[in-house]
């Protein structure tokens, strides 16, 4: 079983960035792709980014286009999410994922691919 943790999440002025970690422990050599994922209050939770682990392919969704960067850290088992140009619709929890279940055609973007959840970083996007 993998544990996951994040951190970096804070409060940001509109227009800036932040860089979010995610370490992750235990049996990570099953795991073939890490995700974020966000969730607002009253909101479900939805895709952000995604990379597979070892080929390092990156997968991102059309709302933060542009402005996001999904990068990972294989011997450190680490996964950061680099977020600029900040606007106020960012403002959510921010949690980060392990996929490590054998699926015959997993979807990066899809919530039940992934099997491990970490509790959750708060980002905060203010005016």
């Known amino acids: 079983?993998?544990?996951?943790?994040?951190s970096?999440?804070?409060?940001?002025?509109?227009?800036?960035?932040?860089?979010?970690?995610?370490a992750a422990s235990g049996r990570t050599f099953r795991t073939y792709a890490m995700g974020w994922f966000?969730?607002?209050p009253g909101?479900?939770?939805?895709?952000v980014s995604a990379i597979s682990w070892t080929a390092g392919n990156t997968y991102y969704s059309d709302s933060v286009g542009g402005r996001f960067t999904i990068s990972r850290d294989n011997a450190k088992n680490l996964v950061y999410l680099q977020m600029n140009s900040l606007k106020l619709e960012d403002t959510a929890i921010y949690f980060c994922a392990a996929a490590s279940s054998v699926i015959v055609f997993p979807r990066m973007n899809t919530i039940d691919t992934y099997d491990q959840w970490g509790q959750g970083t708060q980002v905060t996007v203010s005016s």
């Open 1 to 6: 079983q993998v544990q996951l943790v994040e």
């Open 8 to 22: 970096g999440g804070g409060l940001v002025q509109a227009g800036g960035s932040v860089r979010l970690s995610c």
């Open 38 to 40: 966000r969730q607002a």
């Open 43 to 47: 909101k479900e939770r939805e895709f």
